[in-house]
Nanobody, 123 residues
Framework: QVQLVESGGGLVQPGGSLSVSCVASGRTFTGYSMGWFRQAPGRERDFVAAIAWSGNIYYAEFLKGRFTISRDNAKNTVYLQMNNLEPEDTAVYYC?????????????????WGQGTQVTVSS
């Protein structure tokens, strides 16, 4: 069992930056690939970014280089740095853990999910 707890969400103005983090506990963190997804009201949960335990990184195409995912295995933590935020980025951001290096852009690859943290981009 892996427990995931996100933090760092909040309200930010358009063009601003925000960093969210996710702390994992319960199993060996290095044995899992980690991903970020987001879900806006009335929409499906969409892939944002993933970092495999092998080190490979994947991003959703719509990000256009604005977000950066990283992980600190010593702290059992994965981060998502979000820059140049737009109102369309408003959503609940979820952290997830997958026991695989494959198919990380698909939410079905993930076994464990956090409760989510709200990110609101508004002036």
């Amino acid at each position: 069992q892996v427990q995931l707890v996100e933090s760092g969400g909040g309200l930010v103005q358009p063009g601003g930056s925000l960093s969210v983090s996710c702390v994992a506990s319960g199993r060996t963190f290095t044995g899992y690939s980690m991903g970020w997804f987001r879900q806006a009201p009335g929409r499906e949960r969409d892939f944002v970014a993933a970092i495999a335990w092998s080190g490979n990184i994947y991003y959703a195409e719509f990000l256009k280089g604005r977000f950066t995912i990283s992980r600190d295995n010593a702290k059992n933590t994965v981060y998502l740095q979000m820059n140049n935020l737009e109102p369309e980025d408003t959503a609940v951001y979820y952290c997830a853990a997958a026991p695989t290096n494959w198919g990380l852009t698909n939410r079905r690859a993930y076994t464990y999910w956090g409760q989510g943290t709200q990110v609101t981009v508004s002036s």
